[in-house]
């Protein structure tokens, strides 16, 4: 949907505008953002990516965490690399939301996680502009509470580069929250879920770390049970321990997929994952 | 044009005897044997009608324009791309591009090829290697996986793999369960449609019917693959084993050898370009080159950088003392780009790592000593060739390396990867070098008489008509396969601000 050239245009002002008054605690519009609903997680988009996690600037994306610059070599978790020239925050992101649409899940996280740094991966230009200005006017609405401070939203194609952000087992959640379904026989390798794929979800996460899934399709629920419970790095998290844990109920009622389908009436499926400890060498 | 030889390699097919050897060179879709002790012999990929029917359009690794494959270019023979010799010399396994094959020849003692298995692929293989004892193939894809096959197929393992994929279609029979009510996106909607479309559709593509496990996958077009035995932790541990590959977004993955090859023990980063080429020294660190200026040597037991190696430096000071070259640098040197075509280990030198290093379209060999621990490896050597590199290979006999052969482009303007040469101007396909007492490579005439009875042999084959190069394909800013084979390198990097 690359729109006409007079609605591009209104999309600039309104942007523009944002950024001009940056004291401004209004939140962003969603219709100055909607972006065509696929990309192709395939093609050499022109993405920034950090050649490594260590080379991520993370503290600009979580300044009330940056690291001063005497305690960063101290703190930090990644040793850093000759030329690097980033700059790192006080404790690493352990929460990720992959293909985080419009943020839904993040912004009712964020408060119930408030000592966890929590990021949103979305490859859509717009939609990630649209979280990151919402993060903005959140965090400006709450100053005196400091919350929305652990939760940013950043640009990456994780099919390609998510241990280009994450180093081996730092994270605790991954969440992959009604994604794309690709019915396809041929697109198979296009959906978020593979068996080739999850050895790189079992690598960022520590053992114990959870992957949660939420679909309305019920293909793609077997789809990504078959893989994961057939991927030697995972288990299926039981029903009880599904239903207890807080992560669950807030995946099914605060997507923005999740309103959606629960206006139409439609079935919500859950599945976890545990990431297990890694088999001896043989 | 007569298509110079892409691959070659030499081996030892007579474990009983170390003087003798076999040169094996691929020129187009044929491969040439020649034994030390005389005698040439040729095989060729015939031209396949089978693969005439049209080629799904919907591969999404491919840019939109890519998308219709002429089904012409399948009625040629397809081109070898790359030629593998197990590490008892008693097999060689070559790809063939065009129809993603895998084949596996016996080589007899005297050098003859004998087919003894063809399996086509469902991407095309772009880099392989062998395991276990060259029981296993290892074949990394342009989509991005690795599969394991057995060297050679069994006869049993057809039917078993025919009884099975009709059960798994049986049991996952399609029953579209994206239902109107659950439907509720536009997004959703099309998925649908296209689901209840695809039903319809009888399936395209019959599964593979010989015995393939998929082992791991990066989503990035693969470029390389190695394998490693380390000794294990504890005295009397099995050895550990690594898979490493690389791809065109800058990764290379460290995985863990079957059967736990879907633990990824790590990923060496620092590269900015893609990497085409990785290459363990005789020390075991690994040495990785590709778009990027720098070689980097890596502690990959633990994914740390241990130094960097300029290549670009070399290539320009080679390139500025030699100005006849097409590719030498007119204005800004910034502006050369190196694309890495290959790296290998050679010899140690002083007791110390050595790799000799090509770079696509730079008609010289670059030797390294490396020594990435004490960070003072260096360019000890550039070796000027009669015209730009495109395979190397060395013959060892034990510790010691007795030659290495360089096949060189006799078509094509030294410096130049598409600027032809002129007719009086034609090198031989290969050029020979030993290694000298002081620890530098020289040209030896020892290997003469083998190198040109090949030589001529082909440049009768092409004289004949048989090898011509398709330099024009039908699609204007597509290379043509051949070209793509020779000169494929630089183009992996990327385009700024292609699609987005
Ligand atoms: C159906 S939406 C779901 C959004 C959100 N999780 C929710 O539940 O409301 C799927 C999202 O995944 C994003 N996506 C698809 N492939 C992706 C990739 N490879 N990397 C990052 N995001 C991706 C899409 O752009 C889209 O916004």
């Keep these: 949907m690359p729109g006409a050239p007079k609605k591009r245009q209104k999309r600039e002002e309104y942007k523009e505008s944002l950024s001009k008054d940056d004291q401004n605690g209004a939140l962003p519009k969603k219709k100055f953002y909607r972006q065509r609903a696929h990309a192709n997680p395939f093609s050499d988009h022109s993405l920034t990516y950090p050649k490594s996690p260590s080379d991520m600037d993370w503290a600009s994306y979580y300044p009330a965490y940056a690291a001063k610059s005497d305690e960063s070599e101290a703190t930090v978790t990644q040793a850093p690399t ?40 979305e490859i859509r230009i717009s939609v990630c502009e649209f979280v990151q ?18 939760v940013a939203c950043i640009r990456a194609n994780t099919m390609k580069f998510l241990p280009n952000f994450f180093a081996k087992a730092q994270l605790s959640k991954i969440f992959l929250c009604f994604p794309d379904p690709h019915f396809k ?80 009436g439609g079935r919500k499926f859950v599945a976890c994952f545990r990431r297990v400890e890694d088999p001896p060498w043989p | 044009m007569a298509i110079p030889f892409q691959c070659v390699r030499v081996c030892r097919p007579d474990p009983h005897d170390q003087s003798s050897w076999l040169l094996l060179a691929a020129s187009g879709p044929r491969i040439y044997s020649s034994h030390s002790s005389g005698g040439t012999s040729v095989w060729s990929s015939q031209k396949s009608s089978e693969s005439a029917e049209p080629v799904q359009a919907d591969e999404s690794q491919e840019p ?75 074949c990394a894809d342009k989509f991005g996986d690795v599969y394991a096959l057995p060297l050679l197929p069994s006869p049993t393992d057809a039917d078993d793999i025919a009884v099975a994929a009709q059960e798994k279609e049986t049991s996952a029979s399609f029953v579209p369960t994206a239902t109107p009510l659950t439907v509720h996106s536009g997004r959703n909607r099309k998925a649908l449609e296209d689901q209840l479309k695809q039903k319809l559709q009888p399936k395209t593509k019959e599964p593979l019917k010989f015995k393939h496990d998929l082992l791991l996958g990066h989503v990035s077009m693969l470029t390389e693959i190695l394998y490693a035995e380390v000794e294990g932790e504890k005295t009397g541990a099995k050895p550990r084993t690594y898979i490493f590959t690389a791809d065109r977004d800058e990764h290379i993955r460290i995985s863990r050898g079957p059967p736990q090859s879907h633990i990824i023990e790590g990923f060496c980063q620092g590269h900015r370009e893609f990497v085409s080429k990785l290459c363990l020294s005789r020390s075991g660190d690994l040495i990785s080159g590709g778009g990027d200026d720098d070689l980097i040597v890596w502690d990959w037991l633990s994914c740390r950088v241990l130094e960097r190696i300029s290549i670009k430096q070399p290539v320009l000071d080679f390139l500025k003392a030699h100005p006849q070259h097409a590719g030498s640098p007119q204005e800004s040197e910034g502006d050369l780009r190196v694309a890495v075509s290959g790296i290998w280990a050679a010899p140690s030198t002083f007791s110390r790592d050595s790799v000799l290093v ?17 960070k003072v490896s260096s360019l000890q050597q550039t070796l000027p060739l009669t015209g730009n590199p495109l395979d190397l290979t060395l013959l060892e006999s034990g510790p010691i390396t007795e030659f290495i052969v360089v096949s060189i482009d006799q078509t094509r303007a030294p410096g130049s990867a598409t600027m032809l040469r002129q007719k009086d101007d034609v090198p031989s396909r290969m050029q020979a070098f030993s290694l000298g007492s002081s620890g530098g490579w020289n040209l030896t005439s020892m290997l003469d008489v083998t190198l040109e009875r090949l030589n001529s042999q082909a440049q009768a084959d092409a004289l004949l008509g048989r ?17 793509d084979i020779l000169y494929g390198i630089e183009n992996l990097r990327k385009r700024a601000g292609a699609e987005d």
Excluded at chain 1, 133 to 143: D, F, N, T
Excluded at chain 1, 208 to 232: Q, R, S
Excluded at chain 1, 236 to 248: H, K, L, N, S, T
């Design chain 1, 82 to 121: 000759e030329e690097d020239a980033s700059r790192q925050i006080t404790r690493p992101v352990e929460i990720a939301d992959i293909g985080c649409g419009y943020g839904g899940l993040l912004f009712a996280l964020a408060p119930k996680f408030p000592d966890t740094l929590l990021v949103g991966m």
């Design chain 1, 133 to 150: 200005e919402k993060i903005r006017a959140l965090r400006h609405q709450s100053l005196a509470t400091n919350t929305y401070q652990n």
């Design chain 1, 185 to 264: 026989a041929r697109k198979h390798k296009a959906r978020i879920v593979s068996s080739t794929l999850n050895s790189e979800y079992a690598y960022v996460l520590r053992p114990g770390g959870i992957v949660y899934t939420i679909t309305d399709v019920e293909d793609l629920h077997k789809w990504m049970v078959e893989h994961f419970e057939a991927h030697p790095s995972f288990e299926r998290v039981g029903e009880v321990e599904q239903e207890g844990d807080m992560c669950v109920e807030v995946m099914r009622t605060e997507t923005e997929e999740g309103k959606k389908v629960g206006r139409n």
């Design chain 2, 64 to 138: 939109p324009g890519k998308k219709v494959k002429l089904s012409k270019q399948a009625e040629e023979p397809p081109n070898v791309s790359k030629l593998l010799v197990t590490s008892n010399s008693q097999h060689l396994v070559a790809v063939t591009a065009e129809d993603k094959c895998l084949r596996v020849f016996r080589l007899d003692l005297t050098g003859r090829l004998e087919p003894l298995s063809q399996r086509s692929m469902p991407k095309r293989p772009c880099a392989v290697t062998m395991i276990e004892n060259d029981a296993t193939i290892l």
């Design chain 2, 358 to 374: 090509t770079c696509e379209g730079v008609p010289a060999l670059f030797h390294f000593i490396i020594d990435g621990r004490k």
């Design chain 2, 467 to 483: 090898e011509a190069e398709v330099v024009n394909p039908e699609t204007p800013g597509k290379q043509s396969p051949v070209q």
